[in-house]
């Protein structure tokens, strides 16, 4: 299993950033995706998830600003930022998981990563 990620960068706050993760030797609609993120000095935090019946869930601090999606044709999983704050800052990551449900599988020892991309935001 590979994942690929690509996108993110530098924004503003208010703007908006998409990540991507193109999975190789997995498919995204089998099982449990989704994104964490790690800022520096903090622990690794779950932003999101989609199952394998494509049930989402987001972590509070982002629901209604992030939003997961996949392209099962093209196998890639997204993630759409939107009214990016300056602690959304972080290292992000796309997860993928064996199960078709996502419960605590995700981020466990089990879980494919990918190679991380950094988003910035500022004040």
């Known amino acids: 299993v590979h994942l690929a990620q690509s996108g993110g960068g530098a924004m503003q706050a208010g703007g908006s950033l998409a990540l991507s993760c193109r999975a190789s030797g997995y498919s995204v609609r089998s099982g449990c995706m989704g994104w964490f993120r790690q800022a520096p000095g903090k622990e690794r935090e779950r932003v999101g998830s989609i199952d394998s019946f494509a049930v989402t869930d987001y972590t509070d601090s982002v629901r209604g600003r992030f939003s997961i999606s996949r392209d099962n044709a093209k196998n890639i999983l997204y993630l759409q930022m939107n009214s990016l704050k300056p602690n959304d800052t972080a290292m992000y990551y796309c997860?993928?998981?064996?199960?078709?449900?996502?419960?605590?599988?995700?981020?466990?020892?089990?879980?494919?990563w990918g190679q991380g991309t950094q988003v910035t935001v500022s004040s």
């Open positions: 997860a993928a998981a064996m199960t078709k449900t996502c419960s605590t599988t995700l981020g466990g020892t089990s879980t494919y």
